[in-house]
């Protein structure tokens, strides 16, 4: 993930004070003050409200920065004599972000070029690199930006050239994984007809304008449509919410989650965390020891985004809220009637479900925190953004993603015996405490939903009848049956360095609405019976729902808004349960592309009669993913069966002209 730089130096003029001794030590420029430190200033005494630098230049003294220091009144230390200074410049405090004008100075050779290289994929807050014979030193938290000497109000400063020779720079993509219900499954292969398939015209996307605010449509009644922003989406794939606005997918909508918020040890438990910047191991290292542990409070409250939801609260430099969490708080106010949730978890974020839910107190722990963040909006100071109430009334209420109770998820993640228990006695906790808030605020609706796997030896390791009770909804992650990761290369290795090859693995669906018997993954080869990957299809999934007591009404179909591929597929049979070599080329991960791209890629679609999915083959590569006549397929069940409703992930994966959320929220006519 790239990050851009935090603020911009400000070349205001400085106030010069007379010296005078205080009790608590004089502030200075170019120092690193913790949070609760004293210091005094200008008579007075201040303790710093956040970890921060006061940045030379920037003029973050605690007079002009209410946001990062609290005044604790005038100083009580003994006075010395002042020494004769300079006439007093006034301080001016900034109601925008300033722009520097910089005074640049040809810093002197500094020594060798010993420090570590520089790299695009490393986080650095105060370390020294060397980058293209010149060392630097980050000046605050950064990642992907490049060291410059030219750029001085940028995340480097510059310490000058240095002697002998710098490492070469590494630069290594990093891997966002979406939320998956695949199971690992080795199947022996059998015999396969040919499908009678209907070839379909490669659809045409129409580009959109710059991004405006239209008219806000009120919500209808009617099914539910929502869809998952991916916190990280508006990094490599550019997306902001304001485009989701723009383009009419919030229109259509009756929900959005907000992907993720993660969890952590804390206070001899687990609690909700906020906050904090670190980069996720475990997407692309699972067996790292930090894996599972990240979080990503640049994206979520510190950055300025690129595109701005017309008619929001401009970002100034006192706004409390910047980043997605500010759009979410205009897409609010635009769309008064959609609700918007917090979703906890994920694929790399569910380390530590497990742990949490083991006791009632440390259930309670963990979500007082988590509805204390998000719910009541108490958001931990983080690069002068934040505070008290800061996020209140954004969220509506909580999405739970445990991928998943009782295993099968990474192999980071906690698990325990009682997961299936735990489970439901955490949804209970949740709708406890959220009633009680729910009573002290006016009887104000919060909501509480889950993301569920499909598989049927999922479902069985939770109890639906029960945990249905507590819950408004789930979304029944309906994709993601087969992929990239079944392949046969001994040679091939993933984004994790790992090598998943198997002798049987054939191309396949990975959200077709029906089984189908003659697909190789059909059959458990040691029993000749339906094996369980037979069961990660739409019908199965929500007849096992439905026969385990949970309402129909309360299930939500997913809808894929990407495909899963596979390369080296023999032209055979169109492609469709063939023998692959490895994982097809991706933007961001082999195995897995968004349909935007996909639907410009060179191949045949094909439609599958008996189980409703959708295929593009070239002669050698196989994806699998819906098309806008596929989605309507998928309407037709949704209405068949009086199931709640559809939503998607995730809103990144669709193309300018929002084809796929246009064909989903048919759901609603």
């Given at each position: ?92 405090k900034p109601t925008t972000a300033p722009t520097a004008t910089p005074v640049v100075t040809t810093p002197p050779v500094t020594g060798s070029c010993t420090a570590a290289a520089w790299s695009s994929t490393t986080v650095y807050t105060n370390q020294t690199v060397s980058y293209n014979g010149r060392n630097f030193q980050a000046k605050w938290w950064t990642q992907g930006n490049t060291p410059n000497a030219a750029e001085v109000d940028g995340p480097w400063r510059d310490l000058g050239a240095c002697v002998g020779p710098t490492a070469k720079p590494t630069v290594t993509p990093v891997v966002t994984v979406a939320p998956t219900t695949s199971p690992v499954v080795t199947a022996t ?481």
């Amino acid at each position: 993930m790239f990050k851009l730089k935090h603020f911009a130096a400000a070349a205001l003029p400085v106030a010069v004070f007379a010296s005078f001794s205080y009790a608590a030590p004089a502030w200075q420029e170019g120092t690193t003050y913790s949070a609760g430190t004293t210091v005094s200033y200008s008579g007075h005494d201040y303790s710093s409200l956040v970890t921060h630098t006061a940045y030379v230049g920037a003029n973050w003294n605690p007079l002009a920065t209410p946001t990062l220091w609290k005044d604790l009144g005038a100083s009580t230390g003994s006075v010395a004599t002042p020494t004769p200074v300079a006439t007093i410049a006034p301080t001016v405090k900034p109601t925008t972000a300033p722009t520097a004008t910089p005074v640049v100075t040809t810093p002197p050779v500094t020594g060798s070029c010993t420090a570590a290289a520089w790299s695009s994929t490393t986080v650095y807050t105060n370390q020294t690199v060397s980058y293209n014979g010149r060392n630097f030193q980050a000046k605050w938290w950064t990642q992907g930006n490049t060291p410059n000497a030219a750029e001085v109000d940028g995340p480097w400063r510059d310490l000058g050239a240095c002697v002998g020779p710098t490492a070469k720079p590494t630069v290594t993509p990093v891997v966002t994984v979406a939320p998956t219900t695949s199971p690992v499954v080795t199947a022996t292969p059998t015999a396969s007809t040919t499908p009678v398939v209907t070839a379909s015209p490669i659809p045409t996307v129409t580009p959109t304008t710059t991004p405006v605010g239209p008219t806000p449509t009120p919500a209808i009644g009617g099914k539910e449509v929502g869809s998952y922003f991916a916190q990280w989406g508006v990094y490599a794939r550019g997306m902001e919410l304001a485009d989701i606005v723009s383009n009419g997918s919030a229109a259509k909508m009756t929900y959005l989650n907000y992907a993720f918020g993660n969890i952590y040890p804390k206070n001899g438990g687990y609690e909700c965390g906020a906050g904090i910047d670190k980069l996720e191991s475990g997407a692309t290292t699972p067996n790292a020891p930090d894996a599972g542990s990240g979080g990503d409070a640049w994206a979520d409250y510190g950055r300025t985004p690129s595109r701005q939801i017309a008619g929001g609260t401009p970002i100034t430099w006192e706004t409390p809220l910047a980043g997605n969490f500010h759009e979410l708080q205009s897409l609010r106010k635009m769309f008064p009637n959609m609700k918007i949730f917090i979703s906890l978890g994920g694929w790399t974020w569910s380390k530590w479900f497990a742990n949490a839910a083991k006791t009632d107190a440390l259930r309670k722990q963990l979500v007082a925190s988590c509805l204390d963040i998000y719910i009541k909006g108490n958001l931990p100071m983080y690069s002068g953004r934040g505070g008290v109430g800061a996020m209140a009334n954004v969220f509506d209420g909580v999405d739970i993603d445990w991928e998943f109770p009782g295993g099968g998820g990474q192999p980071y993640n906690t698990v325990d015996a009682n997961d299936k228990r735990n489970f439901t006695l955490l949804m209970a906790e949740f709708r406890a405490q959220l009633d009680a808030l729910s009573k002290v605020n006016g009887n104000k609706k919060y909501y509480l939903t889950a993301a569920m796997s499909a598989g049927k030896d999922k479902i069985e390791k939770t109890e639906p009848a029960e945990y249905s009770k507590y819950l408004d909804f789930i979304n029944l992650m309906t994709y993601d049956f087969h992929g990239g990761w079944e392949y046969t290369s001994t040679t091939y290795m993933d984004a994790a360095g790992e090598n998943h090859a198997n002798p049987a693995a054939k191309t396949d669906f990975h959200s077709n609405l029906y089984p189908d018997a003659k697909s190789p993954n059909y059959l458990d080869p040691k029993t000749g019976e339906r094996g369980v990957a037979s069961y990660y299809n739409i019908d199965d999934s929500v007849k096992n729902l439905l026969a385990a007591g949970f309402p129909a009404q309360k299930i939500i179909v997913g809808v894929p808004f990407y495909g899963r591929g596979w390369s080296g597929v023999p032209n055979v049979n169109n492609g469709l349960y063939q023998q692959a070599t490895t994982p097809a080329r991706g933007t961001y991960e082999n195995g897995i592309e968004d349909y935007k791209v996909l639907v410009n890629a060179p191949g045949t679609i094909y439609v599958d009669p008996t189980t409703k999915q959708s295929w593009k083959f070239d002669g050698s590569t196989f994806w699998s993913y819906d098309t806008p006549a596929v989605i309507q397929t998928k309407i037709d069940y949704v209405n068949a069966n009086n199931l709640g409703g559809m939503f998607s992930w995730s809103l990144d994966g669709d193309d300018k002209s929002a084809t796929l959320m246009n064909a989903m929220s048919k759901v609603r006519k």
